[in-house]
T-cell receptor, first 114, second 115 residues
């Protein structure tokens, strides 16, 4: 079965600094991977997705992620943090068994310090 | 496009009563809808998957008689929490997917508080 781990339940960066949120996956088949962002008391918004095409995926709001099969990683980065990036970030993997479902990682809370 | 709505956004009910939460796909037909539960500072836990016109598939440990899911049309799924108790208080989020597409679109969530 597929699973996702996120190293660091909380990450704090200064405004303008690099954002790096870590995600490692476990999958016996080529995975579909996602990054979602959640603002307080809201649903989830898709930032970007990897679907076995280009390994470097660009998403919304300046975020990107690189799929590294050798490291089973799909880390999320943004060159320069903005105050509005403060939110909860979830990495997720698609699990396709008898029916499709998405398995979410535990989440990383990002704080941006002015 | 691909907007999913939930109603209500917040609901407070008394212990022992039932509450219904609606999930609608506004601009696409959702053949599959998912219901998640999220506790504070935690990740989303999938409760069940529902396909239009068929019975929902519940995840292990989720009581199907307590969390009734109906997916009667391609744009509407409902979650009814029956005989609610304070421990059912949580943030419930639905998502919807069209056809065989892998991408899910999430609703804004419903905050349920049982007193």
């Amino acid at each position: 079965a597929q699973s996702v781990t996120q190293l660091g339940s909380h990450v704090s960066v200064s405004e303008g600094a690099l954002v790096l949120l870590r995600c490692n996956y476990s999958s016996s088949v080529p995975p579909y991977l996602f990054w979602y962002v959640q603002y307080p008391n809201q649903g989830l918004q898709l930032l970007l997705k990897y679907t076995s095409a280009a390994t470097l995926v660009k998403g919304i709001n300046g975020f990107e992620a690189e799929f590294k099969k050798s490291e089973t990683s799909f880390h999320l980065t943004k060159p320069s943090a903005h105050m509005s990036d403060a939110a909860e970030y979830f990495c997720a993997v698609r699990q396709k068994t008898s029916y499709d479902k998405v398995i979410f990682g535990p989440g990383t809370s990002l704080s941006v310090i002015p | 496009g691909a907007v999913v709505s939930q109603h209500p956004s917040r609901v407070i009910c008394k212990s022992g009563t039932s509450v219904k939460i609606e999930c609608r796909s506004l601009d696409f037909q959702a053949t599959t809808m998912f219901w998640y539960r999220q506790f504070p500072k935690q990740s989303l836990m999938l409760m069940a998957t529902s396909n239009e016109g068929s019975k929902a598939t519940y995840e292990q440990g989720v009581e199907k008689d307590k969390f009734l899911i109906n997916h009667a049309s391609l744009t509407l799924s409902t979650l009814t929490v029956t005989s609610a108790h304070p421990e059912d208080s949580s943030f419930y989020i639905c998502s919807a997917r069209a056809g065989e597409a892998y991408e899910q679109y999430f609703g804004p969530g419903t905050r349920l508080t049982v007193t």
